[in-house]
């Protein structure tokens, strides 16, 4: 079973600084990509960022410049650096990943990021 587990959600003020960390019951490297996602209130599911297994890199263009994915094969995370939080990235972060055997998607429970001005 897959299990994707978010952490290092919070309230922090705008310009602050967060890091979401996201734990996989398995070898991550199994997986052809992972990333994050947020869904703010009342709003649609939207993408953040994605690394693929070759850790390529991309990124919403609202966060290009502000937020960094990282991830460790050998600790089993994906990482999310968030520099210069603005109030318009509050949200409920949510960790995916995806494997191209059977195009299964998997998503972390989400943990609430809250940047007030």
């Known amino acids: 079973q897959v299990l994707l587990v978010e952490s290092g959600g919070g309230l922090v003020q705008a310009g602050g600084s967060l890091r979401l960390s996201c734990a996989a019951s398995v070898r991550i490297f199994g997986f052809n990509a992972m990333g994050w996602y947020r869904q703010a209130p009342g709003k649609q599911r939207d993408l953040v960022a994605t690394i693929t297994s070759g850790n390529s890199t991309n990124y919403a263009e609202s966060v290009k410049g502000r937020f960094t994915i990282s991830r460790d094969n050998a600790k089993n995370t994906v990482d999310l650096q968030m520099n210069s939080l603005k109030p318009e990235d509050t949200a409920v972060y949510y960790c995916?990943?995806?494997?191209?055997?059977?195009?299964?998607?998997?998503w972390g429970q989400g943990t609430q990021v809250t940047v007030s001005s």
């Open positions: 995916n990943a995806y494997s191209a055997y059977g195009s299964t998607l998997y």
